[in-house]
């Protein structure tokens, strides 16, 4: 395999806290690049596993310390190592001109943390609901990636930080490695767990795990 091939390791934190109205996920936009027309991703914090991050002992302990350290460089935002919860791993497909190994993490922060954005790679910040960001994707307010949609996702589920944060310790552990089926007017995109997902056939029957993209957006879908 050729090292350009090769999926670069960093890490991302989802920082929830409790707002007004119950559970909100922090979101930074990417600055926008010179000459491009399309709005800018809103993300998590976080970036790859740099030589800062290299004494941690395997690639989720350096993925840890990247997530840490970006958090502060991008959001201002000042976090402990211990506190971070491993959520999921997010391998980009074979086909993607850039290629990342993500591991997501998350976090509880303090209602009044305050939130500097670094001006360079990150240009806005937003705190939001689960619901609320949902519904702004929906409407071509925010544009967001897979792995954030379906993190998103997940937390529209609860009402507190730290509720979110138990459920998803507690849940299954899924190493995200997408398989894209391409369709008529979109792709079927297959997630470990999927009875589709080792034959590639989104018409398999039985279990789903899988995201439905289409020009109108993404619906992610789960069942057992």
């Known amino acids: 395999m050729a090292e350009s091939d090769v999926p670069l390791p960093s890490g991302t934190v989802a920082a929830l806290r409790d707002g007004a109205q119950g559970l909100e996920v922090l979101l930074l936009q990417r600055a926008q690049r010179p000459g491009d027309e399309a709005p800018a991703a809103w993300v998590f ?11 941690g002992e395997d690639d989720a302990a350096r993925a840890r310390l990247a997530a840490v350290r970006e958090a502060k460089e991008e959001a201002g935002l000042v976090l ?17 001109p850039r290629r990342f190994d993500t591991w997501f993490f998350a976090t509880a922060v303090r209602r009044d943390t305050p939130i500097v954005v670094d001006g360079m790679e990150i240009g806005d910040h937003r705190w939001l609901g689960p619901e609320q960001a ?12 897979p792995p954030t949609f379906v993190t998103i996702t997940w ?70």
Not at 45 to 50: D, N, Q, R, T, Y
Not at 80 to 96: H, N
């Open 134 to 145: 949902l519904a702004a994707y929906q409407e071509r307010r925010l544009k967001l990636a």
């Open 80 to 96: 402990a190592e211990r506190d971070l919860t491993l959520i999921s791993r997010w391998i980009t497909p074979d086909v993607s």
């Open 155 to 224: 937390l529209r589920e609860h009402r507190e930080a730290g509720a979110a944060l138990e459920a998803l310790a507690a849940a299954e552990f899924v190493s995200f490695r997408p398989r894209i089926c391409r369709q008529e007017g979109g792709a079927c995109i297959l997630y470990p767990g999927d009875s589709g997902y080792e034959a590639y056939d989104p018409d398999s029957p039985g279990s789903r795990h899988r995201l439905w993209a289409s020009p109108d957006g993404y619906r992610y879908e789960r069942s057992s």
């Open 45 to 55: 914090p976080g970036g790859k596993v740099e030589d800062a991050d290299r004494s």
